[in-house]
């Protein structure tokens, strides 16, 4: 079964400082690799996804994240957070394979993001 | 452009009462989905729905149902509400297979049960 690891509940960051934000995911094969952000009484907002080819995935906001097969990793970075960063990050993972019906998409327990000025 | 509209935002149920949250997306998604938040827990899915008149359960589903009897609502019902349904819901909705598109979400319902 595919399963999503955040290791850090929560990180504080100077504001102006670089940011990275851990991910590993369990899968038998490439999976699909999603990251979302929730600011404060929002939904979910997708930042970026990884389906194949360059191993680096450039989002909104600034942020990138990098795919690092033999880690089972999915890393994701901003060189110089804003205070508007103050958020929570969820790292998901979905199925590469698979036709028909519901392919599940597993979430991670998030990653709350403090940014101090 | 809405997107995906919750309703209500807030409330309050006594152990034993029923309810009903209403989904609306104005985006012509084929898949909703209902998820619930706890904290430590991430995102769980409840129920989902791949098209219009078709839903699946999820991850969690006991304790609720839904309906998708139009292809821009997706209702969640809870039928005699219990503590342990006191959570944040999320409604969202995609294009195409969750897995490899984006999903969208709604701000979410803030239940507690009492």
């Known amino acids: 079964a595919q399963s999503v690891t955040q290791p850090d509940i929560h990180i504080t960051v100077s504001e102006g400082a670089s940011l990275e934000l851990r991910c590993n995911y369990s899968?038998?094969?490439?999976?699909?690799l999603f990251w979302y952000v929730q600011s404060p009484g929002q939904g979910l907002q997708l930042l970026l996804k990884y389906f194949s080819g360059d191993t680096l995935v450039q989002g909104i906001k600034g942020f990138e994240a990098e795919f690092k097969r033999s880690q089972s990793s999915f890393n994701l970075r901003k060189p110089s957070v804003h205070w508007s960063d103050a958020a929570e990050y969820f790292c998901a993972v979905g199925p590469y394979g698979g036709s028909g019906g519901y392919q599940k998409v597993t979430f991670g327990i998030g990653t709350k993001l403090q940014v101090i000025p | 452009n809405a997107g995906v509209t919750q309703t209500p935002k807030f409330r309050v149920l006594k152990t034993g009462q029923s309810m009903t949250l209403l989904c609306a997306q104005d985006m012509n998604h084929e898949y909703m989905y209902w998820y619930r938040q706890d904290p430590g827990m991430g995102l769980r899915l409840i129920h989902y729905s791949v098209g219009e008149g078709t839903t699946a359960k999820g991850e969690v589903p006991d304790g609720y149902n839904v309906s998708r009897l139009k292809k821009q609502n997706f209702l969640l019902g809870l039928e005699s509400a219990a503590p342990s349904q006191t959570s944040v819901y999320f409604c969202?909705?995609?294009?195409?297979?969750?897995?490899?598109?984006?999903?969208?979400f709604g701000q979410g319902t803030r239940l507690t049960v009492v």
């Open positions: 899968y038998g094969a490439t999976p699909y």
């Open positions: 969202a909705s995609s294009y195409g297979k969750l897995r490899n598109t984006e999903a969208f």
